[in-house]
């Protein structure tokens, strides 16, 4: 129910505000939120919305109770994964870039040790963590929970421990990413158990998610368990609100879940698949910066969590990830010696959910297109179905309207940047000087390296992507996008 309760003053020069809280019962498998924010008009929308989630899946594998401190830990994630959905980032009536992007987030949740939580170290650390990911202002007020506990709390403990092999723990989304580093674990560690922890917010991602994971196991038989970890927000009752497209604070909420994971597992670490180029994930205009891209697997993004919840856990804890020194295209490359090369064309990758029976990618966005040049460049061509894609680029006969081609061209042009820098006398300078975001990678080499970058920086990410555009050089886009390609390499 939307209530509209008092007027506001227009505050045409700030960010808008937006606020989440809990009832003091805290939050439970099943429940609701009370969401409040500014509209276009100066009044204060307050929204009642209800939850779903199910973290009873961590009892059922790890054959333990969550104790209060990751309980904590869940809720404050899911906490911050709904108000940066259910706030939108732009107003009707603001144009201004500055007032279209940032916000001011405030988080009320009631948890089970606020003494841990209201260290300045802890929530500002955690402040601070999440104003880097989302470029937005978060503030966190914590009060007790009064409510009894949930039923992953109450689960009865079990002595004997659930694995035959020491257990890994990492991502998994159902990307490609995730699917080919998962794979490619298993085949440099035979005597790991790898945990795979799935957030799903939907039915149909969870599907995807668990036939990835069944490839995976009848490879590689008991060393796999997928661990389910559904989450998502039900329907208001009445009225509606413009929900937030980019949700960057998405990121967080599911690395928490792979850290609940792991610390019930006793092996104090996160692995992560991204591939380098999209974890470093570089503007493609100078328009773009900060959290425009999405920083979720940025390695300093990752180093800076790492200190924060090893503050909070109270001992180290680290986040790794294996794909910052390949490729797309060069981590693909494990399915194809794993004999998984199939399941490439069941993973998901497109930036927006396509409501085209069939054709769950649009074709044409910028995670599609490094999707399809990876699979051809690896040599997994064979396994992807064009006819997913709701446009396809290698078609010369494809018809796609002019609005759909902006990703490519950004594409392109990127290209050619990169390559007149990597063309240079000192290719890592000349980066720098295009992608200031990189200096502070050569200035905390040691924090790329312990999330897993190799060696220097200014030696392996001209590497990287020098790699990255001899790929593209591979890939065949259709002649009848010569005009686009042009312009690429002309910028």
Sequence with gaps: MIIVTRSLPRRSNKAPRYRLCYPDTGVNQIGHCVWEGESEAGRTVVLERGYEVDDLAFARVFLTPIPPELADLIDVALAVYTLDRLSPRKRPGYQQAEEAWQRSLEVCVPIRDPRRWERSNVRSGLEQLLNNLTDDQWTFQFSERQGPRRASEL??????????????????????????????????????????????TSEWISSVQAGLATGVMIRFHDRVTLLRVP????????????????????????????????????????IVHENGVGALNLPYTGAQFGAHMSRAMHPLVLAEATKWLSTYLGHPFRIFSTGLSLTKAQACGDLLEADLANLAAQSLSCDGFQRVAGQHHCGTCTSCLLRRQSIYVSGLSRFDNPKQYRFDVTDPEALIPEHRLVGLRLMLDQLSVLDRCLATVDPWRALVNVFPELHELEARGEEWRYVGGSGLPSNSIPALYRAYVDEWEQFPISPSLSHIVRMGRAA
């Design 155 to 200: 689960h009865q403990a079990l002595l004997s421990f659930p694995f035959d092999h020491s257990p890994s723990v990492c991502l998994f989304s159902g990307g490609l990413d995730s699917l080919a580093g998962s794979v490619g674990y298993l085949l440099r560690n035979p005597d790991r158990h790898l945990i795979c922890v799935a957030g799903s």
């Design 231 to 270: 989450f998502h927000l039900t329907s208001p009752g009445q009225g509606t609100w413009q929900e937030e497209s980019s949700q960057r604070a998405r990121g967080f909420t599911h690395l928490i879940l792979g850290v609940v994971a792991a610390e019930l597992a006793a092996v104090k670490a996160l």
